[in-house]
């Protein structure tokens, strides 16, 4: 069975594609490149640049690959972007996913794996954020993709396309080995940024808010490596491909990491000084994020096995270093 991964030239589709190669599966891209990077492609892995809503083109795709499920990266991923300028997440993010979705009925692929978000939860009612948490996203980017979600739930009681949606807390770390990491455009992400002022490439990291009601009174978040996403999802396929049924899935630790506790983690795997700057809040942040990773480990079987803190800064520093 071959797989498509899209948007495979992106930061966690290209590590996806790593994960199937080395999982032994045989896999085709598809990518815009409007984000992604050509040369994190394999050789031996098949390239297609094309758009996910040019119909004809993934339908052949998925017709002469003989595809037998496909992981759904392609997105667009910045949240205050999605605010400013939100018909762009609307085209790209769920029009763009319809269209996909019809190349597949098209072609009588029956599963997805998607790349959603905790974004869909918006503002946490308690913690840790299990799937049943109602869903109210605060963006445009969490509306659409929970609008695919729905999307999604829909096709599979009326065309049993069955899937599993991945909703990621916060992705980070990279596979250095392989040359893979995080290059976003501008890049807004926290440990990268930290990275580069630790590394005098910016003059300092500047802290969005320090009075919010946590321990140290910075944001906290839930950081998964990007390699033990990849594994998630594979695990995501195999439980679609033993009969699971669709649904949801946190992807998560279950243990949250302050803002100031990432720049402690930074110097002390760097041996370097973060210049730090305090700022205001960012609009929109809340104050916690962290997993319940319940579901995902007893239906999927799956357990974040590379998420400890240094391990993540140790990886995402050799990346960005190279
Ligand atoms: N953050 C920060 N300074 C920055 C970038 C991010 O203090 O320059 C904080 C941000 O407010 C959030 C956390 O770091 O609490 C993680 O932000 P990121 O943008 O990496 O991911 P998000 O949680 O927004 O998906």
Redo the contacts with the bound molecule.
């Keep these: 069975m071959n797989l498509l991964v899209t948007g495979g030239a992106g930061y966690i589709g290209s590590h996806m594609v790593r994960e199937l190669v080395r999982a032994g599966h045989k896999v085709v891209v598809v990518d815009s490149l409007l984000t992604g990077h050509e040369d994190t492609i394999p050789k031996d892995v098949m390239f297609v640049q094309a758009d996910i809503r040019d119909r004809s083109e993934v339908t052949e795709v998925l017709r002469a690959y003989d595809v037998g499920a496909i992981f759904h990266f392609a997105s667009r991923i910045q949240?205050g972007e999605s605010v400013s300028n939100p018909r762009l997440y609307f085209r790209d993010n769920l029009a763009a996913s319809i269209e996909l979705f019809e190349s597949a009925l098209d072609a009588k692929v029956t599963r997805i794996v998607f790349s959603s978000t905790a974004a869909v939860y918006g503002d946490p009612i308690r913690s840790p954020i299990d799937e049943d948490h109602p869903k109210n996203p605060v963006n445009p980017y969490g509306e659409t993709k929970l609008a695919v979600e729905r999307v999604l739930a829909a096709y599979d009681r009326a065309y049993g396309l069955r899937f599993a949606a991945l909703r990621y807390f916060?992705a980070a770390g990279a596979d250095a080995a392989d040359g893979l990491g995080e290059r976003h455009d501008p890049e807004?992400?926290?440990i990268p940024?930290v990275i580069d002022a630790a590394l005098g490439r910016r003059p300092h990291?500047?802290?969005?808010g320090g009075d919010y009601a946590t321990p140290d009174g910075t944001?906290v978040?839930d950081y998964i490596h990007v390699r033990d996403l990849a594994e998630a999802h594979l695990a995501a396929l195999g439980y679609l491909n033993a009969g699971g049924a669709s649904g949801a899935f946190n992807l998560g630790t279950g243990r949250g990491h302050s803002?100031r506790e990432i720049i402690d983690a930074v110097e002390r795997v760097s041996g370097r000084k973060v210049p730090v700057v305090h700022g205001a809040r960012?609009d929109g942040?809340p104050p916690v994020?962290v997993a319940s990773p319940r579901r995902a480990q007893d239906l999927l079987g799956f357990r974040a096995k590379r998420s400890s803190i240094d391990e993540i800064i140790r990886d995402a520093w050799a990346a960005r270093t190279r």
């Design positions: 949240v916060n807004t992400h926290l940024l990291i500047t802290v969005f944001c978040r803002v960012r942040d994020l």
